[in-house]
């Protein structure tokens, strides 16, 4: 995917409507619907809450191996 899409993706993931996406990038709409339905194709998903809900489990995917386990070593049990 192209940094266009990723982007877009981005802020379909986060509740952007096609319009909102469009002025933000400073595009039209019709452009928006375009690169959309190139994403679903290359995701092989059929609707924007598919490709949502993917890009936040891969977004969650990334975070975890990016954050450092919590859990402590009990040193009282040494």
């Given at each position: ?45 059929r ?32």
């Amino acid at each position: 995917m192209t940094p266009t899409h990723r982007e877009i993706l981005a802020l379909t993931a986060r509740g952007h409507l096609n319009k909102e996406i469009a002025w933000l990038r400073g595009s039209t709409e019709g452009t928006i619907k375009r690169q959309q339905q190139e994403i679903l194709r290359r995701l092989d998903l059929r609707s924007r809450t598919q490709a949502a809900v993917k890009f936040a489990v891969y977004q969650e995917r990334l975070r975890a191996q990016d954050t450092p386990p919590t859990e402590k070593p009990d040193c009282h049990r040494l």
